[in-house]
T-cell receptor, first 114, second 116 residues
Framework: EAQVTQNPRYLITVTGKKLTVTCSQNMNHEYMSWYRQDPGLGLRQIYYSMNVEVTDKGDVPEGYKVSRKEKRNFPLILESPSPNQTSLYFC?????????????FGPGTRLTVT | AQKITQTQPGMFVQEKEAVTLDCTYDTSDPSYGLFWYKQPSSGEMIFLIYQGSYDQQNATEGRYSLNFQKARKSANLVISASQLGDSAMYFCAMREGLGNFNKFYFGSGTKLNVKP
């Protein structure tokens, strides 16, 4: 089954404690992306990657890091989480070479930073 | 400037009636794609429909159609014969081409409630 998986689904942590949210896709998509969803703001792109070792900032990259060492995986790293990073996070993947390809989304990770 | 604007934070519609969810976009790229996603209360993002900037006809997918007015930069979603299961959050999104080919922008969403 074609899918994007994220782990963990729920995470409560404390300020400053480094964490990683994993994302994996099995569709051989070149393009992967991270979003955060906040009430009233919709989804905002954090980082995206067009292929292995190729990443770029989205609209809200501050406080986040990513890496793309393998095509299928695109982890999101919060080196020193703060309460304003409490949010719902989505990973997504897509074919890259055609505008018509929609993004496939993971199930989301609800992060709370206290 | 906002790339995607959805001006209706919430809407109600009677079951079996049609409803239009508004979306306007801002881009100077000639090539772009417009998407609508549905997010039910369970949280997953479900792709509904796509419209390309060069498409001559409005996209349709079952009960969903996209009213694409290029000159007005609007891409409204029309849901015909609403069902209770249509109650959800709906997001309009744009993918820009040629240079910013890989950036997606989402609107703030419209929460649709279908009344029995």
């Amino acid at each position: 089954e074609a899918q994007v998986t994220q782990n963990p689904r729920y995470l409560i942590t404390v300020t400053g404690k480094k964490l990683t949210v994993t994302c994996s896709q099995n569709m051989n998509h070149e393009y992967m992306s991270w979003y955060r969803q906040d009430p009233g703001l919709g989804l905002r792109q954090i980082y995206y990657s067009m292929n292995v070792e190729v990443t770029d900032k989205g609209d809200v990259p501050e406080g986040y890091k990513v890496s793309r060492k393998e095509k299928r995986n695109f982890p999101l790293i919060l080196e020193s989480p703060s309460p304003n990073q409490t949010s719902l996070y989505f990973c997504a993947s897509s074919q890259m070479w055609d505008l018509a390809y929609e993004q496939y989304f993971g199930p989301g990770t609800r992060l709370t930073v206290t | 400037a906002q790339k995607i604007t959805q001006t209706q934070p919430g809407m109600f519609v009677q079951e079996k009636e049609a409803v239009t969810l508004d979306c306007t976009y801002d881009t100077s790229d000639p090539s772009y794609g417009l998407f609508w996603y549905k997010q039910p209360s369970s949280g997953e993002m479900i792709f509904l429909i796509y419209q390309g900037s060069y498409d001559q006809q409005n996209a349709t997918e079952g009960r969903y159609s996209l009213n694409f007015q290029k000159a007005r930069k609007s891409a409204n979603l029309v849901i015909s014969a609403s069902q209770l299961g249509d109650s959800a959050m709906y997001f309009c999104a744009m993918r820009e081409g040629l240079g910013n080919f890989n950036k997606f922008y989402f609107g703030s969403g419209t929460k649709l409630n279908v009344k029995p």
